[in-house]
């Protein structure tokens, strides 16, 4: 059965160091989505990319933040530098297309603790 | 603005007993409502979803605009349903999923 890959599983970095995490969504789904997860909360949309283009990023702190989808497969989100606040889980998902019902697969998730 | 609340950090419950987890929402437009489930070590995934009218491992979950309510709902409880439960809403021109805070459901024996 197809899954949604992430790497890496967990990261450890320093504050004001550079960190990304990589998703290889469902062969064939159109729309990705980053989520963050903070401790005792629910996951909150980063940005939500449908091919290759971003279609919502109204959540997504722009000025450490950076993600990319350049051939509308995988993705890279890239944090820039880290804050110790960004400590959280960061989960990537995908569906065949914006319009799928809300139905989203998600990765294992990227648990990243910034020191 | 979208919004979901959802009331309970933690529900447990006996085993067999009834189970309820309450969810509000606040849309300006036709909602579409989800329940997502995370066993212990697994991946989130759907459990289900409002427009199907479905019941799935017993749980059934009724849209009530009245009173912007998703509650998900269990007769009977059984242990391998203890698992955290994020209600979510789906809106806007990209249907973005907005999730709540989640609610933690310990079945004991």
């Known amino acids: 059965e197809a899954e949604v890959a992430q790497s890496p599983r967990y990261k450890i970095t320093e504050k004001s160091q550079a960190v990304a995490f990589w998703c290889d969504p469902i062969?064939?789904?159109?729309?990705l989505y980053w989520y963050r997860q903070i401790l005792g909360q629910g996951p909150e949309l980063l940005v939500q990319f449908q091919d290759e283009s971003v279609v919502d990023d109204s959540q997504l702190p722009k000025d450490r933040f950076s993600a990319e989808r350049l051939k509308g497969v995988d993705s890279t989100l890239k944090i820039q530098p880290a804050e110790l606040g960004d400590s959280a889980m960061y989960l990537c998902?995908?569906?065949?297309?914006?319009?799928?019902?809300?139905?989203?697969?998600f990765g294992e998730g990227s648990r990243l603790t910034v020191l | 603005a979208q919004r979901v609340t959802q009331p309970e950090k933690l529900l447990s419950v006996f085993k067999g007993a009834p189970v309820e987890l309450k969810c509000n929402y606040s849309y300006s437009g036709s909602p579409e409502l989800f329940w997502y489930v995370q066993y212990s070590r697994q991946r989130l995934q759907l459990l289900l979803r409002h427009i199907s009218r479905e019941s799935i491992k017993g749980f059934t979950a009724d849209l009530n605009k009245g009173e912007t309510s998703f509650h998900l709902k269990k007769p009977f409880a059984q242990e391998e349903d203890s698992a955290m439960y994020y209600c979510?809403?789906?809106?806007?021109?990209?249907?973005?999923?907005?999730f709540g805070a989640g609610t933690q459901v310990v079945v004991t024996p």
């Open positions: 062969s064939g789904h159109a729309t």
């Open positions: 998902a995908s569906s065949r297309d914006y319009l799928a019902s809300g139905e989203l697969f």
């Open positions: 979510a809403l789906s809106g806007g021109s990209w249907g973005k999923l907005q």
